[in-house]
């Protein structure tokens, strides 16, 4: 199956700075990567996903890059803010419907 | 949008009983949910996924008769932790696929049990 590493597992930046999350995934046909935020025990929210057709994505403070050869992808946050603070998710799927998940970063972000 | 609703969103249980969640899904139909288990500071792990009308399909190392999974409806997946133990405490949390092919699903609000 498929197998979805992701570094760091934590991670301070101060506010205004740029945090990056990377990860790799092992199944070259997994074609979809979203990623997830978590607030703590709450349900994990989609904030932005790629294609495997896509080379980047950018969502207003948030990116995300895909290398289909290399097998990794990776989140960028720019300019990032307190509420930015939560645990962080990558996932793959060949599917759409069934997830692989990384391991997890916490995020903090230091005002 | 479509929406999972799951329950309970919290329970404590004595060691020896057995808890069952159910997941549902609401103004849309879910032939397929997705069940995982989050322990603390750590990832969502697959842990069954159920389909309606037919068996789960467990994932390695999941006991089937531990977990049970029931998909009697297009409307309604249940999880029964039985004969739970203090290891089975995590926070459960199901999913189902999306409803128009627009990649991405929807979680459920997730259950944390705590077995004592």
């Known amino acids: 199956g498929e197998n979805v590493e992701q570094h760091p597992s934590t991670l301070s930046v101060q506010e205004g700075d740029s945090a990056v999350i990377k990860c790799t995934y092992s199944d070259s046909a997994s074609n979809y990567f979203p990623w997830y935020k978590q607030e703590l025990g709450k349900r994990p929210q989609l904030i932005i996903d790629?294609?495997?057709?896509?080379g980047e994505k950018k969502d207003q403070r948030i990116a995300v890059t895909l290398n289909k050869t290399a097998k990794h992808f990776s989140l960028h946050i720019t300019e990032t803010q307190p509420e930015d603070s939560a645990v962080y998710f990558c996932a793959a799927s060949y599917t759409g419907n069934q997830f692989y998940f990384g391991t997890g970063t916490s995020l903090t972000v230091i005002p | 949008g479509a929406v999972v609703s799951q329950h309970p969103s919290w329970v404590i249980c004595k060691s020896g009983t057995s808890v069952k969640i159910e997941c549902r899904s609401l103004d849309f139909q879910a032939t397929t949910m997705f069940w995982y288990r989050q322990f603390p500071k750590q990832s969502l792990m697959l842990m069954a996924t159920?389909?309606?009308?037919?068996?789960?399909?467990?994932e390695q190392g999941v006991e089937k008769d531990k977990f049970l999974i029931n998909h009697a409806s297009l409307t309604l997946s249940t999880l029964t932790v039985t004969s739970a133990h203090p290891e089975d405490s995590s926070f459960y949390i199901c999913?189902?696929?999306?409803?128009?092919?627009?990649?991405?699903?929807?979680f459920g609000s997730g259950t944390r049990l705590t077995v004592v």
């Open positions: 159920s389909n309606e009308g037919s068996k789960a399909t467990y």
């Open positions: 999913s189902a696929p999306p409803v128009d092919r627009v990649w991405g699903y929807t």
């Open positions: 790629i294609r495997s057709n896509v």
